[in-house]
């Protein structure tokens, strides 16, 4: 293998672009600088269609885990009843960060692989009449499954009067988040998946009524206290150093994003992830998650004939390209491929390709050729 | 003036050397993979001398004020008891996180330009047997004041069983820090200051006590709970998805740092404080601090026959040289220069000339020439 070659197809963090690498090196400017200024108000408007709102977009300093943690802090109190719809290791981890902050957290867990049943929602929220918030995980990064956000956000405002926080670390970028029009009050994503940006930023979002909600909670927090950095987006800044060669590259991804223009971004993802499932399943080797709820941006492999680890190994030995193991419960039962960001249908076919080779060492019944050719039928639309 | 040229002499971010920038884009690497765990392997080591610590070092992703929240969320309880020694901006931001996070935060506040007095810090104890902690801040990056660290130190642990917590952000890297020698408990630093690195790492440092105190903490917190740090630490990886290419910048900063060799490096700085002290007694021009109590890495200086703002926007307009405006209650008595990080004696000789001849140009009676001989006259030792 030509060495300090690898393909990293992982779900994050994603490859980044070369001119967003080189927006980094930009010289550093002082964050209360006018350069800032420009820098930050120019970022905003450029990440509010993302989110499919109006509402306030915040960048802090720190991991998408951060801005999980920032929404959950600013629109609930200590102690406040939170319900989360858990449908794999990151629905887990909003649990933890709800209890870890001293919510009052109600796990219902689904079997992972499946998505969250709008009607489980209607019927749990009869039976905790007290929740203040829901939250949800939008696409699975664990199980590649993409939960039905717009059916949920609408049961939940027509059942409750919670507000709906949902994870969109995996999806924002890759599928289209509409919050204002599904009725979401919150939305947390990270800059290193489908944003195709360096990890280190935590990105959220709030509509109207969690805005409110922002001004009037009494809960402690200091860094993620999303008031004080709506004082300072009011003179275009931030109220702590900001990771500045990280805006950079933000700036720049946003440059890509909208010039190749948010409708060819999704549909790119959604050929991603059907070449992706047209081959696997051409070649009999089976996925975790079904066709209507399968994420556009993640897919969950779960190979009968040979072991999730072995097939990592051999694509990763002989061709550098490198897939991600399974996490929490089912870390040894599945594999998963990354599909978001930068990467194309030409990477797909590459990964596809190199996948099936490696499958035939291990599975000398795959009949070779059938799931690229699956792959190619896909790209030729 | 030459378009796109710009000296950043602000205390922070400062400057990227030309090597950490290129490491910055090194290939993006998944946070599970062995490449990880060999990049945080060989940081942590390298960046427990700069705390002189044998301790527990933690870096997350986010800004200095992330790293002082760390600290005191992790070693004190809500609702205890926590001493500020008040000296600038900086030490009121972090009695404010403490306010923030719910401590009963107790500020003593010493005239800006000052550093703390450890008598006093003797006669707090008397007065509040109760607290369970007492914060500091070493390099004051709002009034260019060091304070006594080592000295408050002994008296806290001869006279209390209180943790001492430091705000090294602005001195680590710069000048000497000695966790373990001093009876530091826990030291919160950033990466965009001293360090050479961009802005966007959170690091943090707790010494055998402040270790044993993490594990007891009740008070909520998730992201910063570095009870989860110290767990993938054994794993030599993190538990959130790291800033990726802020830890490749870092490895290759420290690289840079142990190359020159931590003597030097402390010297440079104290060279370059020293320059620039000199120049401008020599212009007549005063200086906000003392000598016994000024930092190596920030100098305030507070003009009197012309105003901070029209010797900064003169040094800025002809020569491209960005001095800071003050913070805070003094924001509009002084400037302040960084002489920090990626900066040597060189820049300094450049900065204080610039600064001579737009001084000159405020104040017909500056003595041109004098201040920049004082500085060389330094710099031949």
Redesign the interface.
């Known amino acids: 293998m030509l060495k300090d070659q690898?393909f990293?197809r992982?779900p994050?963090?994603?490859?980044?672009p070369p001119s967003v690498?080189?927006a980094?090196?930009r010289?550093?400017?002082?964050?209360?600088?006018q350069s800032m200024d420009e820098l930050i108000s120019g970022l905003i408007p450029r990440l509010k269609p993302l989110f499919g709102t109006r509402g306030a977009v915040y960048v802090?300093?720190?991991?998408?885990?951060?801005a999980l943690?920032t929404a959950i802090v600013n629109v609930t109190n200590?102690e406040d009843a939170v319900l989360h719809l858990v449908t794999g290791a990151f629905g887990e981890r909003f649990y933890?960060?709800a209890l870890?902050?001293?919510r009052r957290a109600i796990a219902h867990h689904i079997e992972w692989g499946q998505a969250i049943d709008p009607d489980d929602v209607r019927r749990l929220l009869r039976e905790h009449p007290d929740v203040r918030a829901v939250v949800a995980t939008h696409s699975e990064t664990s199980t590649g499954v993409l939960n039905p956000i717009a059916d949920i956000a609408r049961i939940v405002r027509e059942h409750s009067d919670a507000l709906f926080i949902v994870d969109a670390v995996s999806s924002l970028g890759g599928t289209p988040v509409e919050m204002d029009a599904w009725g979401v009050d919150a939305v947390a994503t990270?800059s290193?998946k489908a944003l195709m940006s360096?990890?280190?930023l935590a990105i959220v979002a709030l509509g109207e009524r969690a805005q409110k909600a922002r001004d009037h909670i009494a809960a402690?927090?200091?860094?993620t206290?999303l008031r004080q950095y709506e004082k300072s987006l009011a003179e275009s800044t931030v109220?702590?150093?900001?990771?500045?060669?990280?805006l950079f590259a933000l700036d720049q991804a946003l440059e890509l994003i909208h010039s190749e223009g948010l409708p060819n971004v999704f549909a790119r993802h959604l050929r991603m992830r059907d070449m992706t499932r047209a081959a696997l399943k051409a070649l009999g080797i089976p996925l975790l998650a079904d066709d209507e709820v399968a994420s556009p941006t993640v897919t969950a492999i779960k190979p009968t004939r040979f072991t999730p680890k072995a097939l990592r190994e051999a694509v990763r030995r002989e061709f550098g390209v490198?897939f991600?193991?399974g996490q929490g419960k089912i870390a040894n039962d599945i594999f998963r491929i990354g599909h978001m960001g930068y990467m194309s249908e030409a990477d797909v076919l590459q990964y596809l390709a190199a996948l099936e080779v490696a499958a035939k060492r291990l599975d000398p019944e795959i009949s070779l050729g059938a799931g690229i050719r699956a792959a190619m039928e896909v790209a030729l639309g």
């Open positions: 690898f990293l992982i994050g963090p994603t490859p980044i690498e080189r980094m090196s010289p550093m400017i002082g964050h209360r600088d802090l300093a720190g991991s998408g885990t951060l943690e200590a933890r960060i870890g902050q001293g990270g290193q360096p990890p280190g402690p927090r200091f860094y206290d109220p702590f150093t900001p990771a500045v060669n990280l490198v991600a193991a």
